[in-house]
């Protein structure tokens, strides 16, 4: 009988399948739509800010001496978020389904200081057919990331940011506040923004329990197919779709 591997072996190989990873959360995410597990007509997008390896922060000061304290995450970065304010290590970028439960569709993970609207490209590429409108934050209210969506057939719902001056702007502004649109705003509250928090409880991600973007990638987006291959286990045992805790402590 074979020896069982040295956990640098696992860690080690962990590291090398982020990119597969993100693979399959885009493959099993269309598979669940086709499946008509989910409905991908309207999705929702956010990030989530995941402190590093153990806490360790790494403060400019000491970056620009080139002084590293032990045990330190380099590749992690400073970020700051509305609730948690700065946070030294990762984002997590989810866009989910809404309808009849929130599923990751794509996910990513980036060093804490990327803003939304650099990851939204990415996110907006690995969605499956089907999705028109897909709601988000003011960090997404970008006219390269609208431009790019109505060029894919979707809209993108997002908060918007400064002064309303062009008529594409008016219209939007228009239909954020008609009843319609404060629904589908709402949406992000009870769809993905919970569902991200739910990943990061069942799963142990923050802070983060690996150390550099590759294995801090491979981690989070296990995470997003895990789940996704827990709901899908559950439709095709008849099983109400988010019974998903107990199946991971089981």
């Not at 000491?62 to 045990?71: F, I, N, T």
């Not at 804490?112 to 988000?136: F, K, M, Q, T």
């Not at 908060?159 to 008016?170: E, F």
């Amino acid at each position: 009988m074979g020896r069982l591997p040295d956990r640098r072996t696992f860690d080690r190989r962990l590291k090398a399948f982020h990119e597969e990873f993100s693979r399959r959360v885009v493959f099993m995410g269309g598979l669940l739509c086709l499946l008509g597990v989910v409905d991908p007509s309207v999705t929702a997008t956010d990030s989530t800010l995941i402190e590093a390896w153990k806490g360790r922060v790494w403060h400019e000061r000491q970056r620009e001496q080139g002084l590293v304290p032990c045990s330190l995450d380099v590749e992690a970065r400073w970020g700051k978020g509305r609730v948690k304010g700065w946070v030294y290590g990762w984002k997590g970028y989810v866009a989910s389904s809404t309808t009849p439960i929130p599923v990751p569709l794509y996910a990513s993970l980036t060093g804490a200081n990327a803003p939304d609207n650099s990851l939204y490209p990415d996110a907006l590429n690995g969605l499956p057919e089907g999705v028109s409108i897909n709601v988000a934050d003011a960090g997404h209210d970008d006219r390269r990331l609208h431009a790019l969506s109505h060029a894919r057939g979707v809209r993108l719902l997002a908060s918007l940011r400064g002064r309303v001056r062009s008529a594409d702007r008016l219209r939007a502004q228009v239909l954020l506040r008609s009843e319609e649109g404060r629904a589908l705003q709402r949406l992000r509250s009870t769809t993905v923004e919970p569902l991200i928090g739910q990943m990061k409880g069942l799963f142990k991600l923050d802070p983060m329990p690996a150390k550099g973007r590759s294995g801090a990638s491979s981690l989070w987006l296990l995470g997003n197919l895990t789940y996704q291959l827990c709901v899908l286990h559950n439709h095709l045992e008849g099983r109400p779709l988010r019974h998903i805790k107990h199946m991971l402590r089981n």
